[in-house]
């Protein structure tokens, strides 16, 4: 007795868990290099938050600054990965851009001031 086993399903192209390529990888360097630079301000923030926490300069008086700027920054990073993970990599870039750009002048200012030792009298 010989049974033929009929194809019910036909395969046309590749599985839907292949991994696919990544035709921006610039743009996914791009994201990481801005996410890591809004990373290390917000590492910042957060220490002299707990330093001010510490020794007293965080009080009721400018807690509700304290929380806003601490907001805002998780608000930017949280925001920044969720409209990656939806795909939204070009909106992701410019919302952490936001934070990004002034840290990277920041630190331009004071690279220079480190290596050109100016007189500030």
């Known amino acids: 007795m010989a049974v033929a086993v009929a194809r019910s399903a036909v395969v046309t192209g590749p599985p839907t868990c292949a991994p696919q390529p990544n035709h921006y990888p610039g743009r996914v360097k791009l994201f990481w290099s801005l996410y890591g630079v809004d990373a290390v301000i917000a590492l910042i923030v957060l220490y002299f938050f707990a330093a001010g926490l510490s020794d007293g300069s965080v009080s009721s008086f400018n807690i509700v600054l304290w929380l ?54």
Not at 82 to 97: D, E, F, I, P
Not at 101 to 109: R, T
Request: glycine share 16%; aromatic share 6%.
């Open 68 to 121: 806003a700027i601490l907001g805002g920054l998780a608000a930017i990073l949280g925001g920044g990965l969720q409209l990656k993970s939806s795909g939204h990599r070009r909106l992701a870039t410019g919302v952490l851009l936001i934070l990004a750009v002034p840290g990277l002048l920041f630190g331009l200012f004071l690279l220079s001031v480190i290596i050109l030792q100016p007189r500030w009298n």
